[in-house]
Structure formats: structure tokens, C-alpha cells
């Protein structure tokens, strides 16, 4: 019996000190650096100046049209605002840290509540090669990678040159949305910037 019981305190002790060094050579394996990693996706210069034609300063007069009336809508661009979204990942044994680069501009409409109080645009980093741009409108979302929906010809919503309201527009791309149920599109180029909305309840046209 004591035979047994010395048997079963060496195991016990023998398990203890495995689980132990198991333990250490994986949190040592796992994770090199206490402080965990960090990863900096971070805007170019041709990823800034050459995507979306704006610059934050631009004025963007729009023709509203209504099922019942029109009205020319001005919307006043507020600067570029750079910043960095940081995202913490805790889930692993090391954190990983995530900086994405980006920058927003907020055009504001001073006049008229009906046609919304401003458009947003965001373009941001999401990984070292992609840039996808964010555009906020009436409670709406309108997003996609820049280099699909701007450069490509192969892109699902390319159009090419396309004529609104007497005004011609080359290189077009649309993005679709459902909206409540309904579809609405909204038409941009990477010359002309956002070139029209077709939402439900109206239509804003850029005018040239």
C-alpha cells in the first residue's frame, strides 16, 4: 500500500512539473514579444492624391430632383481630417495591434434639412495593399476597394461613359444597395468624385 501511494506521489509530482514546463515553452514559443505585435497599414502618397478627386476644399453643386419639384443643393467640403484607427486583437496569446490609416472629409449643407445635413467620405488602409473608400449619406452606406470600383474596367458596376441629365460623365462605376427593401445606386468616377445618387425618396445629379 505504501508502495502504491509513493508509486502515485512521484506520478503526481512527475504531471505536475510536465504541465508546468508545457506551459512555459508554450507562452515562450507563443508569444516572443510580453508587448505583443503591431502592424502599421498606412496611406501612400498616390493612394491620396490620386483615388478620389478631392482635396476637402471643393464646393459640390447638386441638381435635387423630387417626384414633385428641383432645387440646386450646395454642399461646402470642411477640409481633410488624417487619422488612424487602432484596433486591438486580445484573442490570442499575443495581442496584435492594428493601425489603419486613413482620411475623412465631411461636406456640409447649410440650407436644407430635406436633402441631408452632409456628406461623408472616408477612404482607409484595411490591409497593406487595399484601400477601400466609406461614403455616408442619408443613412445610407455606399463602400467598396477603390482599386475595383475606380481603375478597373472588369469591375461588376463598371459603366463607362455614361449621360445624366444632358451631362456626360467617362470611366463611371456604380455601387447598388438595398435600402428599406429597395435598391438605390450611387455613380462615382475618380475624375468627377461622387456623381449621383438614385435613392428612393430623391435623386441628387452633380452639376459640372
Not at 4 to 30: A, P, Q
Request: aromatic share 16%.
Amino acid at each position: 500500500m505504501k508502495t502504491e501511494l509513493k508509486f502515485l506521489k512521484i506520478l503526481s509530482i512527475g504531471f505536475t512539473l510536465l504541465l508546468i514546463l508545457t506551459l512555459v515553452n508554450c507562452n515562450n514559443d507563443s508569444c516572443d514579444d510580453p508587448n505583443g505585435y503591431e502592424f502599421h497599414y498606412l496611406l501612400s502618397d498616390t493612394d491620396d492624391t490620386l483615388l478620389i478627386p478631392y482635396t476637402g476644399n471643393e464646393t459640390l453643386r447638386f441638381l435635387r430632383m423630387t417626384p414633385t419639384d428641383t432645387d440646386t443643393i450646395i454642399y461646402q467640403g470642411m477640409g481633410k481630417d488624417y487619422y488612424v484607427n487602432k484596433v486591438i486583437d486580445t484573442r490570442l496569446d499575443c495581442p496584435e495591434t492594428y493601425y489603419y490609416e486613413g482620411y475623412k472629409i465631411v461636406f456640409k449643407n447649410q440650407d436644407s434639412v430635406n436633402t441631408g445635413y452632409k456628406i461623408e467620405l472616408k477612404l482607409e488602409m484595411i490591409d497593406e495593399q487595399s484601400l477601400w473608400y466609406y461614403i455616408y449619406f442619408l443613412n445610407r452606406i455606399f463602400s467598396h476597394e477603390t482599386a475595383f470600383t475606380l481603375n478597373s474596367t472588369s469591375y461588376g458596376g463598371y459603366l463607362g461613359s455614361v449621360t445624366f441629365e444632358n451631362l456626360t460623365f467617362s470611366k463611371v462605376s456604380y455601387l447598388q444597395r438595398k435600402y428599406n427593401g429597395i435598391d438605390e445606386k450611387m455613380y462615382i468616377n475618380k475624375y468627377d468624385g461622387i456623381i449621383r445618387f438614385e435613392l428612393n425618396e430623391l435623386i441628387l445629379q452633380l452639376i459640372k
